[in-house]
């Protein structure tokens, strides 16, 4: 009898005890977190407000009658699509280019990766100092070509592109090594097989090489939709979400509400609509390309 | 790399040299700049002619950069950080990873799944119900504050249970046979054969806990815990109107250099260890 409860204990509890030390510190900061902004999104709680009232849905209907995070979500969406749609593809160029057989690949490998190893806050000082007025090397260059001095970083319409290159420039390499991993991933009979079979490069690319790496692809997209919460840190670095909100992105716009308002309230309930937006993306990612990554051997 | 004939040029790899040449000479302009500015002296940066080789070459940005912040502080916190973060990552990670890729249980499949979010939420997002947790445990301006939202990795354990799975079942008998546990498994036989997806992941999660700036930004406001990447934001906006352009440069050395350095000595060990971060393992 006891040798018997002792064996279900075994196999029922121990295996619980290995997962539990994670699983506590990701109940803590992850699964307690998203319950409790939910929680206090339905309250008043600012500074005009220093105890917390019940209110209901009022912020989410407050914040959705807010032109501003209409803005907010435009240039988050921006940000993200277009750093993610540039870096891919140039990416991708990159490392069909890298994986040929050619010298020197190590320096080029340099050369495209090195931003990765760069902090996020770093990268926005130096690119800061690039987009500098007057004696920038932006403004040099433009000089050069005696054109005026443009300041793209602090007017409304260029602001964000300016932040978008910086992040392409950032993650170029990232998803070079991404895509080459996956190129590597290809045994090179079926390319050759390809060949043998009259197929060029460009049908290589299209009929082979292309479709073995379009999970793949979805995979990495999805993944860096996450990453790009990052801007935060070269938003705040480079531009504070100025000029008149043009470089605001959601996290950015979180923590204006959170921490320099300090309406609590209205932090959690952008917090909230962060998480169940990238539960979505859980959602989407588990239902399709997630299942067969994590799951099989 | 495969057996791959000797190199010899042709039509297709003029191809990859037309394209990655100018790249990489794009790429690594700010680079330079970098360098060329933290190395001139102010005046010189001021004058309008802009030279890339500096006309006097100056160590005094950097002299100053030390004195005007505790980088010496900065530093120790950092390290303090980082490794902090991997040590009990590679704890919690380890467990977790031997429980998914060794033990039939109720409800791993939940609980895999529960790991996957915190992949898609990563702390970055919770940085407002966070901070008010560290607020209550009276926990900011730590570097215990830090580095406690990452102690648990899913990334880490999907990582490695991947490098388990692919451990063969006699290893872990064998132990078995001697009276040994799973923490004697995981310790002797399952860590020792998995150790390149340990460096994979060690690499990985120091180099991006040493780049970290959001969170610590938040929860720290004193000089007491921070860390190089916040240190080195608060040096430039302590300057009011534009910064001290050869200064800020001269500062952010400081903060890239270890890694940097690393990342030259190391390029291979760290290029192979993001290529395995593609969740591909």
């Known amino acids: ?297 | 790399m495969r057996n791959r004939p000797a190199l010899r040029p042709s039509e297709h790899n003029i191809v990859a040299y037309v394209v990655l040449i100018p790249v990489s000479i794009v790429m690594l302009v700010p680079m330079f700049l970098l360098i060329s500015t933290a190395l001139k002296p102010l005046p010189e940066l001021m004058s309008v002619n802009f030279t890339w080789i500096p006309r006097t070459v100056v160590l005094t940005n950097f002299v100053k950069a030390m004195s005007v912040a505790p980088f010496a502080r900065y530093y120790i916190n950092t390290i303090l950080v980082v490794s902090m973060i991997f040590a009990v990552q590679l704890v919690t990670i380890s467990l977790a990873a031997y429980a998914f890729s060794r033990l039939k249980f109720k409800g791993r499949e939940l609980l895999l799944v529960l790991f996957l979010v915190q992949l898609m939420i990563p702390p970055q997002s919770l940085v407002v119900p966070n901070y008010q947790t560290m607020s209550r445990l009276k926990l900011l301006n730590t570097t215990f504050a830090i580095g406690a939202v990452y102690f648990a990795s899913a990334y880490g354990t999907f990582l490695l249970r991947q490098a388990f799975r692919a451990i063969p079942g006699e290893m872990e008998d064998s132990v078995k046979m001697d009276g040994g546990g799973g923490l004697t498994a995981i310790v002797h036989v399952f860590l020792p054969l998995a150790k390149p997806s340990i460096i994979a992941f060690a690499l990985v999660s120091v180099s991006s806990h040493w780049n970290e700036f959001f969170w610590p930004l938040i929860v720290t406001d004193t000089v007491k815990a921070r860390t190089l990447t916040v240190g080195l934001a608060m040096l430039t906006q302590a300057t009011e109107s534009s910064p001290e352009w050869t200064l800020t440069m001269a500062a952010t050395i400081i903060v890239v250099f270890p890694l940097l350095a690393a990342f030259v000595i190391f390029q291979r060990r760290f290029i192979q260890s993001f290529m395995r971060s593609g969740l591909k393992g």
């Open chain 1, 1 to 297: 009898m006891s040798g018997h409860r002792a064996r279900a204990w075994k196999k029922r509890i121990a295996p619980l005890l290995y997962i539990l030390p994670a699983f506590s510190f990701l109940a803590i900061f992850t699964y307690y977190p998203i319950a409790y902004s939910a929680f206090i999104s339905l309250f008043r709680w600012s500074t005009a407000y220093p105890k917390r009232v019940f209110a209901g849905f009022e912020n989410y209907i407050q914040i959705f009658h807010e032109p501003l995070f209409g803005v907010v979500l435009r240039n988050t969406a921006i940000y993200s699509l277009s750093t993610i749609f540039f870096g891919m593809i140039l990416g991708f160029v990159f490392a069909i280019q890298i994986n040929k057989r050619i010298h020197v690949s190590g320096a080029f490998k340099f050369a495209l990766f090195y931003p990765t190893m760069i902090p996020m806050a770093a990268a926005g000082l130096i690119w800061l100092w690039i987009y500098a007025p007057t004696y920038g090397l932006l403004d040099n260059f433009l000089r050069l070509l005696g054109l005026p001095n443009a300041g793209l970083l602090y007017r409304s319409n260029t602001a964000l592109m300016c932040i978008i290159i910086v992040s392409v420039w950032k993650h170029v390499g990232y998803y070079m090594i991404l895509f080459l991993a996956g190129l590597q991933n290809i045994s090179s009979e079926l390319i050759d097989a390809a060949t043998i079979e009259g197929a060029g490069s460009w049908r290589r690319l299209r009929s082979v090489i292309l479709p073995l790496i379009s999970s793949y692809t979805f995979f990495i997209f999805i993944i860096n939709i996450v990453d790009s919460l990052q801007s935060v840190d070269l938003v705040y670095i480079m531009t504070q979400g100025k000029p008149a909100n043009a470089t605001n992105v959601i996290v950015y716009y979180i923590y204006q509400q959170a921490f320099r308002f300090w309406n609590m309230g209205m932090g959690s309930t952008l917090t909230t609509l962060l998480t169940f937006f990238l539960l979505c993306c859980v959602t989407i990612v588990f239902a399709t390309v997630g299942r067969r990554v994590y799951y099989e051997v």
